[in-house]
Nanobody, 115 residues
């Protein structure tokens, strides 16, 4: 069964940190590039970062140097470490395959950055 379960979001202050996790079913994760995407209120879902099967990473310019994507293949899990948070990153964050998301979307995890 294809399943993506995101967690780790919450309310953070500007300058703070959050670590998002996404657990995928083995069939969804194994051998695939994985990515994080986000959707802010009133906006379309957009790419944030992806990681290849060998650990190569790509980020949208606005998060370079502040976000780090990683994966644990043994746990079928992809992470997004978010540091130096800014209010403009407030959104629901989702994981999916990359560079094209083709799995059913999970419920996402809400990230809110506010003082």
């Amino acid at each position: 069964q294809v399943q993506l379960v995101e967690s780790g979001g919450g309310l953070a202050q500007p300058g703070g940190s959050l670590r998002l996790s996404c657990v995928a079913s083995r069939s969804s994760f194994s051998g695939r590039w994985m990515g994080w995407y986000r959707q802010a209120p009133g906006k379309q879902r957009e790419f944030v970062a992806h990681i290849t099967t060998s650990g190569g990473t790509t980020y949208v310019d606005s998060v370079k140097g502040r976000f780090t994507i990683s994966r644990d293949n043994a746990k079928n899990t992809v992470y997004l470490q978010m540091n130096s948070l800014k209010p403009e990153v407030t959104a629901v964050y989702y994981c999916n395959t990359a560079p094209m998301p083709f799995l059913p979307w999970g419920q996402g995890t809400q990230v809110t950055v506010s003082a």
